[in-house]
């Protein structure tokens, strides 16, 4: 069992920057690979940048692409998403997850723990 908890959210005018954090629970944290998506307001949840279990390794969605990244330190057991040049379209709830699998999942039936989610709010 890996438990998530998200932080840093917050409002941010566009062009601005904030950097959120994925503190896991349980020790085997540095074996799942790990990943962000992002949900907005009637619209579904959207994949947003992933790293595997050592993080030599990274993949993003195109829209983040260049403005977003992924980064983790298992000796903190903790992930985070670096968010620079921020746009109003990048407003979401934030969710941090978990997967079993191998590699970098991009899909979220591969991910299996989520955490509750921080909301970021990109204001014009």
């Known amino acids: 069992q890996v438990q998530l908890v998200e932080s840093g959210g917050g409002l941010v005018q566009a062009g601005g920057s904030l950097r959120l954090s994925c503190a896991a629970s349980?020790?085997?944290?540095?074996?799942?690979?790990m990943g962000w998506f992002r949900q907005a307001p009637e619209k579904e949840r959207e994949f947003v940048a992933a790293?595997?279990?050592?993080?030599?390794?990274?993949y993003y969605a195109d829209s983040v692409k260049g403005r977003f990244t992924i980064s983790r330190d298992n000796a903190k057991n903790t992930v985070y998403l670096q968010m620079n040049s921020l746009k109003p379209e990048d407003t979401a709830v934030y969710y941090c997850?978990?997967?079993?699998?191998?590699?970098?999942?991009?899909?979220?039936?591969?991910?299996?723990?989520w955490g509750q989610g921080t909301q970021v709010t990109v204001s014009s």
């Open positions: 349980g020790r085997t944290f540095s074996s799942y690979p």
């Open positions: 997850a978990a997967s079993g699998r191998n590699g970098i999942p991009t899909a979220l039936s591969e991910y299996w723990y």
């Open positions: 790293i595997n279990w050592s993080g030599g390794s990274t």
